[in-house]
């Protein structure tokens, strides 16, 4: 993963370097060209997204993420359909643990979300937006010592455990106001311009779960010929309405922070831009805490079934629970030379937090056959799924806005293991 990251930056560093040295004409097409459209959008979350537009108005976005490391599009599709056939068997479920690479467990996440963005600038440099959203995250990790004695049978080894298996999931609403401040041209009218970014998002949340193992190393399970043991001990933490769908608001919150600079020489054709977003951290208050205890020892499998058939998640106590949020680091680099054609490559790092996501290059070409409807296609590097495939497309208008975009992961089509999508509609004044 990093020697591709580095070759892809390597690769747009020299492209930039030819590109630099073309200028863009102000009386060329390429210059007629709105800036803030050169910014392209991004899967996941970016505050300053809709912000690029220098003119009032509202915008309507949503999209998601969704990926795993095991099972693609037509398995899942597959497994959806005997669903819904009321036809699923345990026996499809087990063949479907056999898509998990042997030694890496199922690893899996996710984050959807829906804002409505109300801005516009104040004077020449000044830029405010204010936002409210809905966003939810979620994460899975089964633990390869859990799955092999699904997957794998107990022909070859006795001994397995939970190991490090968990799960969480969040789901919040929020409100944010952020900033932007343009400095520039420096020095000459074909000087840089600086933009820098900032803002917070008050995060109010509505659904939290989680669940692991309490035992070290995930307690044990053995499975001989004759005889089953097990030893495990399972917390769950989850607020009210967590399981039977209830939405509640509620009595935590918390701040995040986000913060963007962007350095642009439009006369040269090329753009650099560094995000932080996600800083902060919730408290969710009145979260049950439960536990379960498995402890068994018998040659019976009736046995083994009743105890898993009474198996019950016992209250111990109602707690608060501090939640870091997923931070992401984004790096961009853009370059263009003329009306037709723009390069983007985009880096994004996660940094600490819950729901941890894989590191993941987006190369980006946008295609401006007529100058307000962009067309882009691109590849996406990084995560458990190697190589992806991303297209979009766009109507950029002084009044209007709509962007279509999506992007596979580990694949193309039926074959792709994650995939993205996102929209928006906008309208300017």
Not at 41 to 48: G, L, Q, S, T, W
Not at 136 to 162: C, H, K, Q, T
Not at 174 to 203: C, K, N
Request: hydrophobic share 45%; with cysteine; net charge negative.
């Amino acid at each position: 993963m990093n020697r591709t990251i580095t070759a892809l930056a390597l690769t747009m560093v020299a492209c930039t370097a030819v590109l630099t040295a073309q200028t863009v004409p102000d009386e060329s097409q390429a210059a007629a060209i709105e800036p803030g459209f050169r910014r392209n959008p991004a899967f996941r979350i970016d505050p300053f997204n809709n912000m690029r537009i220098p003119h009032w108005g509202f915008v309507l976005q949503g999209g998601g993420t969704a990926e795993n490391n095991a099972i693609n599009v037509s398995d899942f599709g597959a497994l959806l359909f005997l669903s819904g056939e009321d036809s699923l068997r345990v026996v499809d479920g087990l063949d479907a643990l056999g898509l998990v690479p042997m030694g890496s467990g199922l690893n899996g996440n996710g984050e959807v979300g829906a804002s409505l963005y109300v801005g516009g600038p104040i004077g020449r440099s000044l830029q405010l937006a204010l936002t409210a959203a809905g966003r939810s995250y979620g994460g899975l990790r089964l633990d390869d010592n859990a799955v092999s004695l699904l997957r794998d049978g107990n022909g070859s080894r006795e001994a397995f455990s939970l190991g490090d298996s968990n799960g969480e999931g969040l789901a919040s609403g929020e409100v944010g106001i952020h900033a932007l401040y343009r400095i520039g041209p420096i020095g000459s009218i074909d000087g840089v311009r600086l933009i820098l970014g900032g803002g917070a998002r008050y995060i109010k949340p509505v659904l939290y779960v989680s669940a692991n193992s309490l035992l070290n190393n995930g307690g044990v399970i053995l499975v001989t010929g004759d005889s089953v043991a097990a030893n495990m001990r399972v917390e769950t933490l989850q607020t009210a309405g967590a399981t039977d769908g209830t939405v509640k608001l509620n009595d935590g919150g918390g701040i995040a922070g986000d913060f963007m600079a962007r350095v642009e020489w439009p006369t040269s054709g090329l753009a650099l831009e560094a995000q932080l977003l996600n800083v902060g951290a919730v408290s969710i208050a009145q979260v049950e805490h439960r536990i379960a205890h498995v402890d068994i020892n018998t040659t019976s499998l009736e046995e083994v079934a009743d105890v898993l058939d009474t198996l019950e998640l016992e209250l111990q106590d109602t707690v608060e629970v501090t939640v870091t949020l997923p931070r992401l680091a984004r790096f961009t680099a853009s370059a263009w030379a003329n009306r037709i054609l723009q390069l983007d490559l985009i880096a994004t790092i996660p940094f600490g937090g819950e729901f941890a996501y894989p590191a993941t290059v987006d190369a980006w070409s946008t295609w401006r056959l007529i100058r307000t409807v962009p067309l882009r296609a691109g590849l996406v590097f990084g995560g458990d799924q190697g190589i992806g495939f991303s297209g979009g497309l766009g109507v950029e208008l002084r009044n209007f806005l709509f962007e279509l975009s999506g992007r596979t992961l580990g694949g193309l089509f039926e074959n792709a293991t994650g995939a993205s999508a996102g929209f928006s509609l906008g309208v300017f004044f």
